[in-house]
């Protein structure tokens, strides 16, 4: 099987406090990461959890508040300091081409004489859309509910072939030719004219992982279609219920909003996070949630979840 | 004795390894705080070493090389998050302004309704100026000779008063309206017509204490003037003279070009940083500049220098 884990750099809202951090995690889809959010310190933090910095191809930005952006333009300039040449792939809100333009200007670099190319993507904040479709894996937009234009980020592997069962490409004197459409699902039919059924050839594939990250949202029932059944939700959960008035007027979430989303979705497993700098403790989050959504956990700094 | 001594809070350059980070320092001068430079992650160690941001009145950028300047917007930003509504003043190159133009925009603050105010002073590289006269001291900012504009800071306490000997003033029968003239080294005329030196009725105020910012720059004997016997000079060494061809053509300094600056000028004492990377041992930046100069010392995190 091959790796498809969630790696936590940051747990935080707002500020660092705790010795926890701001927004950032880092998904490994079969060792292409993809970079989730990018709060002051990231770069920090992927050296602390020896990620490397050259295996980043694409960088997904939620919104620009300080926490989810300001460690960019710093891991950016490291790019370029460790020799980068490979383009990067960036993601986020319109405006985010103008911290890129002003940080090109000031580091004296032109778009064609820049280190390594930047493409950039700008979201719309509005509607989900399909904002990455590569050969394994395709990543949708999904509208946040917070006080600036917002958007989480679907993660989904594209279904994989049927595996062919090797004794009976001899069984039936299969030739190379035919395998490619046979793992896609077709029959074969023999020189001989007798149809075999695919099911009788292959086996099903693994089934496809899927991750969703939602931060920062209100609670928002608009994002139960498009994260329907996922394997992995991360879902901000700023405060508890004890604060429950601060969350909506803010953009924000509870914990136990955040399972009320998880188990109307129909997810697998829950994590919270963007704790506020408000508590020290983190278990109530968890008490909180659990409540409601047996499957929850705290998303902290260092931690790796596996989808299976 | 007042308070005047410089904590380190990051001694590398370029980026972030082996727990040193971007160039950041605050001098505390009678606990109104400066803080000078401002890499990514300032704001986690001045947490660190229980510096309140609060007592950060002005703040000076020597250039803009992510290194240097990278941690600035998260602190603003996290000002606000601390309820601040005092000014800042904020000293650095000129172009900095549009990264505090953009900074307000994408919070959606205008210059008006910003939570509090933030009064820019640009730099001139290329000459030295008085850029900030105060009640007690005073800062000339200092000519670097780096790739790109960039400016050393020279801090000088202003001569205190004389301080009036308290028995005087009744030997003499002195007014306390003629005390200010005579602290200022006025003599004193009794109402006799005698003329009492001021010498006798006072004793010479504390000497001033002085310190000097000079990062980055390559060795340039022209700041010498500027410079010429502070009581604590921090000058950049980038590299150890196993590598001086790199140092020059890159606007940086190796730790015997840093002492034998140290030694030209007279300074006291000298402390050394923005290591490069590529060291992992700092005990050689030391060594090498003893050779020239004695008073030598490593500015490494969380070091607290005091100005007697």
New interface residues.
């Given amino acids: 099987m091959t790796t498809f884990s969630v790696t936590i750099l940051g747990s935080n809202s ?4 705790y010795d926890r951090h701001p927004s950032a995690q880092v998904l490994n889809i079969n060792e292409q990461l993809y970079l989730i959010d990018c709060g ?2 990231t ?2 933090q992927l ?1 602390k959890y020896n990620i490397r910095p050259s295996k980043i191809n694409h960088i997904f930005i939620s919104h ?1 508040h ?2 989810h952006y ?2 960019l ?2 891991l950016l ?2 790019f370029a ?1 460790l020799g980068r040449t490979a383009p990067i792939h960036l993601y986020g809100p319109p ?1 985010l081409i ?2 890129i333009d ?1 940080h090109r ?2 580091n ?1 670099w032109t778009i064609d004489d820049a280190p390594y190319k930047i493409h950039f993507h700008p979201l719309d904040p509005l509607n989900s859309e399909l904002i990455l479709d590569s050969k394994k894996l395709i990543v949708k937009s999904i509208p946040m509910n917070h006080r ?1 234009p917002c958007t989480g980020f679907l993660f989904e592997e594209k279904p994989k072939e049927r595996k062919m069962l090797a004794e009976k490409i001899t069984t039936f004197n299969i030739p190379y030719t035919a395998i490619p459409n046979i793992k896609k699902g077709a029959d074969y039919t023999t020189t001989e004219g007798k149809v075999i059924p695919n099911e009788e050839l292959t086996v099903p594939p693994p089934p496809t992982r899927s991750y969703a990250y939602c931060s920062d949202t209100a609670y928002n029932e608009s994002i139960l279609p498009i994260i329907k059944g996922v394997d992995l939700l991360y879902h901000e959960a700023t405060y508890l219920e004890d604060r429950a008035e601060l969350a909506a007027p803010r953009g924000h979430s509870t914990a136990k909003e955040a399972a009320l989303i998880a188990q109307k979705a129909g997810v697998k497993k829950l994590l919270l996070g963007h704790f506020s700098s408000r508590y020290h403790e983190l278990h109530p989050f968890v008490e909180e949630a659990k409540t409601v959504f047996e499957h929850s956990k705290l998303a902290t700094e260092g931690h790796v979840f596996e989808v299976e």
Avoid: N, R, S
């Avoid at 707002?14 to 406090?17: I, S």
């Fill in positions: 707002a500020m660092p406090v002051e310190g770069q920090i050296q620009l300080g926490d300001l460690g333009v710093p300039d490291t300091l405006l103008k911290v002003l200007t000031i004296g600036v």
